[in-house]
């Protein structure tokens, strides 16, 4: 005896799939919201503010003062980006010191220059 298959209606097959995908998206979101209300690592809820209690008391600060700008360079490179560039080849393990950061390329990035390099090869 030979088995057929039930439908060959890719549409058919299409809403039957997504059905299903659909259904195990919508247990799998009851299954972690029960999950977060059994959690054991949850830390417990504080009581609410008894009326026995001391009210809390506004107490008038002082204006803090406004933060000094930050100096504009107007060439090179900013000392904030040295920094980030500074951690970020320490990150990579280099224990050295980082002695001059400069701009290679003023013309756009180097995947524009080389896709304007493989395109001249091409024609």
Known sequence: MEHSPVTTNPLIIMMINMTVVFIVLVSLMFL??????VDPTKEPEKPAQSDEEEPLVAVKSEPLPAP??????????????????SAAISAYGFAGQVKAVRIINHEGTPWRASAKFNNLQRK
């Open 68 to 85: 000094e700008p930050t100096p504009v360079v107007e060439q090179g490179v900013s000392p904030e980006i040295i920094a980030a560039i």
């Open 32 to 37: 972690i919201k029960l999950i977060h209300m």
